[in-house]
């Protein structure tokens, strides 16, 4: 196991609501990224926070905003859902912003109806 | 046209086949270059690092052609328990993001 946690595990909502999915790295981690894995295809980098402060995001709508905590810990919120973000949600925790070893969790399967 | 592109799948063989999958990456900027196995609604983890000079870990080869910008994954003796997808994996130096294929699904079969 890689240590990294996220929760819920399952998600229903509803067209227009608002959403949080929380992610714990792994100890010693400062880095957290979020992908975005549509069924059928690969996960989409949405963004990633470093040391409290957002450092690159993928081509995501600002409605899918984040959070890093001091703890390192972070969160993803997505507002006004669409259909078209259900998805597996998943975040990789790392040491350094830059680097290639990411560790990812067991992440967050969001259906919106 | 895609930053990494795999085999489009399932391949479906036998228990003992020896299977291919084939990747390409149009950034020549990339540095790194992983598969990573992600067995049905689970999370990715990571299969294997793949460097220019080849790579094996047990039964399985990775090899990385630069100048052409291809990566490859070769399975020998397919086991029921390499069923999952594959997926191909990029990293560009400095980048924050990991750039993932869309995968390909092997089925093994007895």
């Known amino acids: 196991e890689t240590g990294v946690t996220q929760s819920p595990t399952h998600l229903i909502k509803t067209r227009g609501q608002q959403v949080t999915l929380r992610c714990s790295s792994q100890?010693?981690?400062?880095?957290v990224s979020w992908y975005q894995q549509a069924l059928g295809q690969g996960p989409q980098f949405i963004f990633q926070y470093y040391r409290e402060e957002e450092n690159g995001r993928g081509n995501f709508p600002p409605r899918f905003s984040g959070l890093q905590f001091p703890n390192y810990s972070s969160e993803l919120n997505v507002n006004a859902l669409e259909l078209d973000d259900s998805a597996l949600y998943l975040c990789?925790?790392?040491?350094?912003?830059?680097?290639?070893?990411?560790?990812f969790g067991p992440g967050t399967r969001l259906t919106v109806l | 046209r895609k930053e990494v592109e795999q085999d489009p799948g399932p391949f479906n063989v036998p228990e003992g086949a020896t299977v291919a999958f084939n990747c390409t990456y149009s950034?020549?900027?990339?540095?790194?270059f992983f598969w990573y196995r992600q067995d049905c609604r689970k999370e990715p983890k990571l299969l294997m690092s793949v460097y220019s000079s080849g790579n094996e870990d047990g039964r399985f080869t990775a090899q990385l052609n630069r100048a052409s910008q291809y990566i490859s994954l070769l399975i020998r003796d397919s086991k029921l328990s390499d069923s999952a997808t594959y997926l191909c994996v990029v990293h560009r130096e400095g980048y924050s993001t990991l750039t993932f294929g869309k995968g390909t699904m092997l089925l093994v079969s007895p």
């Open positions: 100890s010693g981690h400062n880095t």
């Open positions: 950034n020549s900027a990339s540095q790194s």
């Open positions: 990789a925790s790392s040491l350094g912003s830059a680097t290639d070893t990411q560790y």
